[in-house]
Structures are given as structure tokens and as C-alpha cells.
């Protein structure tokens, strides 16, 4: 199960830290990553923010956020983390925490396994 938190409301240009916690065995895991769903998008829309490979902690984010995103791991707390700078107006959306038992992190990754259930990120103008 995949739980997330750490959103909320920010000004442009203001920080957020997203967590994700993982309960139950986690070793079977081949990648765990962060979705986003825009305002007025379908569930089939999301986008692939980030992503982290378990075996050697590669990682990959979509070119809008690269300069301004971090994606992280925290092993032995099971937490998975995005932290966000520099946010701006359309980095408003839901967003989800998703990992899979087959697929590794790359540009493709869409996993098919485990969903949370999104935390809400809003920045104002």
C-alpha cells in the first residue's frame, strides 16, 4: 500500500516536500515513481513526473521539471520523496505515488501494481 502526503497550497516560486510511504514487503519492487493529473485530465493522462530504479538507484524526470524536481529514497523508512522548487502554476495537479514488480524507471514506465490515492498540489499565481 502507497501512501502520500505532504501537499498543499504555495505561491509561485514556493517549495514542497512529497512523501510517499510504502507498508508491507517492498523488496519485490523494480521501480517506484511519482504521477501527476492535471485539472480537467483523465486517470489514462497522467503524466510520469519522476521515477527511481530499486536495483541501482537510477532515476529519471520528465524534462519540464528536471531543474527544479528531486526525486529520493529513503530504504529504511520505506519513503519515497519528491521535492519540488521553483513551483509554478502548472505544476497544479493531483499527485500520485506508483510502483510496479516488473517494470524498471524510464521514460515508458507505467506501472500496473500499486497506486496511492494522490495528495493535492496547488500553486497560485
Known amino acids: 500500500k502507497l501512501v502520500e502526503s505532504g501537499g498543499g497550497l504555495v505561491q509561485a516560486g514556493g517549495s514542497l516536500r512529497l512523501s510517499c510511504g510504502a507498508s508491507g514487503s517492498t523488496s519485490d519492487l523494480t521501480a517506484i515513481g511519482w504521477f501527476r493529473q492535471a485539472p480537467g485530465q483523465e486517470r489514462q493522462d497522467r503524466e510520469l513526473?519522476?521515477?527511481?530504479?530499486?536495483?541501482?538507484?537510477?532515476?529519471w524526470l520528465v524534462d519540464s521539471v528536471k531543474d527544479r524536481f528531486t526525486i529520493s529514497r529513503d530504504i529504511a523508512k520505506n519513503t519515497l520523496y519528491l521535492q519540488m522548487h521553483s513551483l509554478k502554476p502548472e505544476d497544479t495537479a493531483v499527485y500520485f505515488c506508483?510502483?510496479?514488480?516488473?517494470?524498471?524507471?524510464?521514460?515508458?514506465?507505467?506501472?500496473?501494481?500499486?497506486w496511492g490515492q494522490g495528495t493535492q498540489v496547488s500553486v497560485s499565481t
Open positions: 506508483a510502483a510496479d514488480e516488473f517494470f524498471r524507471c524510464n521514460g515508458g514506465f507505467v506501472p500496473t501494481d500499486y
Open positions: 513526473v519522476a521515477c527511481v530504479s530499486t536495483d541501482d538507484g537510477s532515476t
